[in-house]
């Protein structure tokens, strides 16, 4: 007789989609759904939610059967340094600047590489910095200041 295996944390997180995709869902049905020429206020968040129930499926029923990996350890050093670089950014961006800011935060990312070192961390986000600041700044235009005002002079 054959064994039966599956993926558990595929099969977790496509019940986690399902289960946040139906949530919004019933959410959006109180709002006004209008039609698809002209959209009320529920008709998108219902259309996003219907594609997250069915992505979430997907995944559950592949997790089925496929046999999954064990889980391994937890990269405590990734958590540690990347879920507090959007933090720092939001917190920094009014007082510092775009460029400051993202600077900043982007070096913060780099070490939840244990390959990283502090001359390709700086490198690396000098050149990330330039390229976003020549494209949301100069190429389009977008209207948010460069340098705050705790760096000005």
């Known amino acids: 007789m054959k064994s039966i295996s599956f993926d558990s944390t595929n099969a977790i997180c496509g019940a986690l989609f399902v289960a946040t995709g139906a949530f919004f869902a019933i959410q959006s049905l ?5 039609t698809a020429v ?10 996003l939610a219907c594609v997250l129930v069915l992505l979430g499926a997907i995944i559950f029923i592949q997790a089925l059967r ?10 405590w050093r990734g958590m540690l340094f990347i879920l ?5 950014f939001g917190l ?3 007082g510092l600047g775009f460029a400051p800011a993202l600077f ?3 070096f913060i990312a780099c070490f939840a590489s244990q390959k990283m070192n502090v001359f390709s961390a700086i490198i690396l986000s000098l050149l990330l910095t330039v390229f976003s600041v020549a494209v949301f700044s100069y190429g389009l235009g977008l209207p948010f200041e ?6 000005r002079f």
């Open 38 to 47: 002209r959209m009320g206020p529920g008709y998108f968040p219902l259309v």
């Open 66 to 75: 496929v046999e999954g990996e064990p889980i391994g350890a937890l990269a």
């Open 30 to 34: 109180g709002l006004d759904l209008g």
């Open 92 to 94: 920094t961006v009014r």
């Open 146 to 151: 460069r340098f705050g005002p705790w760096v």
């Open 104 to 106: 900043f935060t982007a």
């Open 84 to 88: 507090p670089a959007p933090v720092f």
